[in-house]
């Protein structure tokens, strides 16, 4: 097949699979020639084609803002079995807002506010969380938040940057260059972000309630001490699957 070939000799690992959703989301072939150029150019698939399978749901996606990763549908498991119907959610960092409309397909009824700092993906949130029922702010962390949440939200989720600031030059270019600095760079220890949510969390958080954070394995006992030190009683859940582990913190 000559665009799983193209892609191959542009480097792409996974070019068979790759070329079967270029070929399916194109509408003619100077448009598929289009698309497998950007492709081959470096731009990630997800970008190309403007959506992400995630959790067995299509999420659009669009240039410049942070594509969901596998590895996240572990958190997004996690926290359904801690939140049941009607329960009040917050998806901080939320990027596209994968994490809350996925949570909001698995629960069926939740009250869903999703947060990001960065424009693009707030209106690209706004897309994908508008048709599964919730609400998408702009601002940094619960800035933006009705004030009325305090104090009774069931379950708060953030999928916040941590990948430490020297680390981030080691990410696939992909992600480096596409994506936007402020969705990868956690900071000198890669901690920063979740030290705010961590620290805010007792306010918003109802009686019995949690946080839940995704986070690298090696940084999770560190996650957890921070959790702590806000008051929060913290257990770590681990994928070895998907090397990645989430801190869930309760009130």
Known sequence: MRVAAALREAGCVFAEEESRRLISAAQTPSELAAMVDRRS??????????WAEFCGLRIAVDHGVFVPRQRTEFLVRQVAALAGKNAVVVDLCCGTGAVGVALASALQRIELY???IDPAAVRCARRNVSAAGGRVYEGDLYDPLPADLRGRVHVLVANAPYVPTGSVRLLPAEARIHEARAALDGGEDGLDIQRRVAAGAPVWLAPGGHLAVETSRRQAPQTAEIFARSGLNARVVCSDELDVAVVIGSR
């Not at 150019?41 to 403007?50: R, S, T, W």
């Open 41 to 50: 150019a470096g731009l990630p698939l997800e970008h190309v084609i403007g």
């Open 114 to 116: 999703s947060v990001d």
